[in-house]
Every structure is written in C-alpha cells, then in structure tokens.
C-alpha cells in the first residue's frame, strides 16, 4: 500500500474513488484541515496491482483499517465511501465518525426505479467489458462517473483509466450484490456514530436512492445535497464539501 500523511491535528482516513489515486483528495484534505491519511487503492497510483487472491473491497478495507489508529474519522468518496462504510460495520473499534460522499453501494437501492434504470445503463460498459474493449468500455464509464468528457481527457489520463477498468468489474459483486451484507438494515443500525452524507444534485438518480435507504437505516445519519455538483463534488465544488465536513465536526450540520 502506497500512503501519504499530511497536515496535522486530528486523524482523518481518506479514501478516493475508483480509478483516482490518492492526490484527488488532496485539495479537499487541506481544506477540511486535521492530519490526513490517503492511500491509493489496490491497482491504483503507486500501490502494487491487485492480483486477484481475494476480494477487491475487502483488500481495500484492511488497508483503511491498517491506516488507523483507535476510532478516527474516515472521509470516502464513491468506491472509497464504501469501503469506509464497511470497514465501520466490520471494525466499530477504528472508526468514530463518517463522512460519506456519494457512495456506490448500489445494493442499499435495489427495489427502486431508480435502481432499476442503473442496471439498464450500465449494460453497454459490461458489454464493452466482455468484449475486451477497455477504450470503449472506459469512456462509457468516464460518461457517467466522470468529471471532465472522454475526448478532453489527455492520452496519459485515458490509458491510465483503460489500464485500470478491469477494476471496475472486479468490485462489483461487493457494491452490486453485498454479499458481506454491509448495507443491510440489521447492518447499518449498529453503526452508532455521526455519519454525513454528500452527494451532488446533478448526480446519477441512483445514489439519492442509495442516500435515502442508507439515510433512514443509520441511526445517525445527515444527507446533504450540493447545489450544481455532480458525482466528482470532491474536486469540483471542495469548498462546499469541506464546508459541510467542518459543519458537522462543529455539530452544526
């Protein structure tokens, strides 16, 4: 694991999104201030390349539990969201606050319509996937998910994102399926500590399904929306977000 710390005063555990590295939150950590924690996911930036010998998200969540010492506050963003939500379910002992930034536990919506339009949509970028056309199956991806458009992107940045999107399958049965049975109700009512949730008003409909299910089974929860934001909010509106993050450890917001 390849991690870096920056700052000082309170620990924070940062974790980014698929396909990013560590220096995506950067910006938001200096804003929010505290003595941040970030390290690249398995098969992202400088850490070594996941080889498959166990679970993608379960890989990642030893590592944010290697990260921590005693109950800290773990800010996620997207896949990383759902890595620190598991790891608060699966080791209270480490984690004493959450702050939740869109998180694509898409199993927390399953039921709803919204749900159901996901599936739809994501079927080309499986389809690409089975094809082994990682170009294609990456700028659908980046369509979504993304901040900026494919064809803005610049080469070094599209082959990292193609190099990488095996990845993207390689996580899905955990955020998909919840096998672990993370975001289940049984689940998530033990998780007894202060957890705000971010998420960006331009952003896919699903993740307000999944803001609103994860909302109503955590006994603690606070759902924020970001006016003009869209799922990358963590580099695309910093202020704002560092702002609500601040709010809460204030006990304001």
Known sequence: MHKVTVGHGAPVVMVHCMLARHESLLPLAGAVGGQATLFDLPGHGRSPDWDGSWDFQAQAVAWAAACCDGPTHLIGHSF???????????????VGRLTLIEPVYFAAARGTSDHADHAAG???????????????????????WGAVPWDALPPRTQGYLMDRIHLVTASG?????????????ESLAKVAIPVTLIRGANSPPVIGAIHAALTQRLPDATDHVVAGAGHMLPLTHTAEVAALIRAADRGTG
Not at 173 to 185: C, N
């Open 80 to 94: 990383g969201a759902t890595v620190a939500l598991r790891l608060a379910v699966e080791r209270p002992d480490l």
């Open 173 to 185: 049965t955990a955020i998909e399926d919840d096998p672990a049975g993370i975001t289940t109700p």
């Open 122 to 144: 994501f079927r080309p970028f499986l389809e690409a996937m089975a094809q082994d056309d990682q170009s294609d199956a990456a700028a659908r991806f980046n369509a979504v």
